[in-house]
């Protein structure tokens, strides 16, 4: 760790999001808590937050999965602390991705108030059997409307859903023939 002038030692502070696969048992997400628990004091780390952001829809699928379970981290340590952290997350098959990012580069960890309830894991339920987990298959191939999906003649379209084809259209462009 880094020193000032002062002499009080000083620290980085970042964040780390974890996704895990959706079906993950309660069991399992404390098993991985636990886990970072360990690494962060080993690596003698201050734990400064941790939020479970539940299940939810992935931007794009990630290991043939379209949800997943967000954590979020949030602590303060030294620069091999991420690596380890990181490594850690790499090895657990419940951690699906994972992201880390610097904060701030010179933190004063003595300055830090920590709350019991900030750094408290709370699990997610799995998901009972038959609980809706998206888009049925019929919606993706799109022989059924899903309420997000929007006709295409509806946003490229005039009132009626043709193209135009008014007099100054080009030759052959909404008109029939």
């Known amino acids: 760790m880094s ?17 895990m696969r959706p079906d993950v ?6 098993r991985v808590a636990t886990r970072l628990n360990e690494v962060l004091t080993r690596e003698k780390a ?6 479970n952001w539940g ?9 043939k999965q379209k949800r997943g379970v967000y954590v979020y981290l949030r602590y303060l340590g ?3 602390l991420v ?4 490594r850690n997350l790499r090895v657990l098959d419940e951690v699906v991705k994972f992201q880390t990012i610097q904060l701030r580069n010179d933190v004063d960890a003595a300055t830090v108030n920590v709350s019991a309830d900030d750094v408290k894991f709370e699990a997610v339920e799995p998901p009972q059997p038959g609980e809706d987990e998206g888009e049925r298959i019929e919606q993706i191939l799109g022989f059924e409307r899903g309420p997000e ?7 490229y379209g005039d009132e009626d859903g043709d193209f135009g084809g008014g007099d100054d259209a080009p ?5 029939e023939g």
């Open 83 to 86: 690596s380890e952290v990181e």
């Open 55 to 63: 299940r939810r829809s992935l931007a794009y699928p990630v290991a």
């Open 3 to 19: 020193q000032t002038q002062a002499g009080t030692p000083r620290t980085r502070e970042y964040e780390t999001i974890y996704i």
């Open 171 to 175: 030759a052959g462009v909404g008109q």
């Open 149 to 155: 999906r929007q006709r295409s003649d509806d946003v």
């Open 78 to 80: 030294g620069g091999g």
């Open 46 to 51: 201050t734990l400064t937050a941790i939020e």
């Open 25 to 30: 048992s309660r069991e399992a997400q404390e």
